[in-house]
């Protein structure tokens, strides 16, 4: 089992950037295929970006590719999400997420963070 903490949300101003990181408990970490997803209120969840076990695959949304990019540290424990040119429509809180296979489809992982609330500004 793992658990996740997501922190680095905040308030940026449209084209800014903000980093959010992800750590996780447990010695599993690195066996576990990360994502990241995001929640506007009102809509449903939906995918943003996931990175294989090692980190040598990674896959986006088409809404961010080119703006975000995910990593990950195995041995700090810690996946993060760098979002560039961030835009209004970026706006929602995001969650980190487990699981065992690189997919889009938010049912596939096993285990979230609390989420982290991003607001961007016009």
């Known amino acids: 089992q793992v658990q996740l903490v997501e922190s680095g949300g905040g308030l940026v101003q449209a084209g800014g950037s903000l980093r959010l990181s992800c750590a996780a408990s447990?010695?599993?970490?690195?066996?576990?295929?990360m994502g990241w997803f995001r929640q506007a209120p009102g809509k449903e969840r939906e995918f943003v970006a996931t990175i294989s076990w090692r980190g040598g695959s990674t896959d986006y949304a088409d809404s961010v590719k080119g703006r975000f990019t995910i990593s990950r540290d195995n041995a700090k424990n810690t996946v993060y999400l760098q979002m560039t040119s961030l835009k209004p429509e970026d706006t929602a809180v995001f969650y980190c997420?487990?699981?065992?296979?690189?997919?889009?489809?938010?049912?596939?992982?096993?285990?979230w963070g609390q989420g982290t609330q991003v607001t961007v500004s016009s």
């Open positions: 997420a487990a699981g065992s296979s690189m997919t889009n489809r938010w049912s596939n992982y096993n285990y």
């Open positions: 447990g010695r599993t970490f690195s066996r576990y295929v």
